[in-house]
């Protein structure tokens, strides 16, 4: 089994910065594809970015692209997610997620985390 505990979610205004971190225990994740959802009230969970276990390839949404930067670091079990120039519609719960393979659709990841919340006003 693999615990995730998402962190550094907040209150922010338009074009600030935060960055998420999500950290796994449990298990080593250094050899999963990770990932991050967000969802916001009344909408599906929506695909954000994800990252393969060695970090080399990414991909993002057409939303974020540009703006948020997912990396890891696995001497850490440690998932991250710079957010740049952050918009009122970024405002979700973003959940950090582990799954055998990077994909875009949350049904892939049979591991999740609780989700931070992250509030962008205008």
């Known amino acids: 089994q693999v615990q995730l505990v998402e962190s550094g979610g907040g209150l922010v205004q338009a074009g600030g910065s935060l960055r998420l971190s999500c950290g796994a225990s449990?298990?080593?994740?250094?050899?999963?594809?990770m990932a991050w959802f967000r969802q916001a009230p009344g909408k599906e969970r929506e695909f954000v970015a994800h990252i393969n276990w060695s970090g080399e390839n990414t991909y993002y949404a057409d939303s974020v692209k540009g703006r948020f930067t997912i990396s890891r670091d696995n001497t850490k079990n440690t998932l991250y997610l710079q957010m740049n120039s952050l918009k009122p519609e970024d405002t979700a719960v973003y959940h950090c997620?582990?799954?055998?393979?990077?994909?875009?659709?949350?049904?892939?990841?049979?591991?999740w985390g609780q989700g931070t919340q992250v509030t962008v006003s205008s």
């Open positions: 449990g298990r080593t994740v250094s050899r999963y594809a």
């Open positions: 997620a582990v799954g055998a393979f990077a994909a875009t659709v949350p049904s892939s990841y049979p591991y």
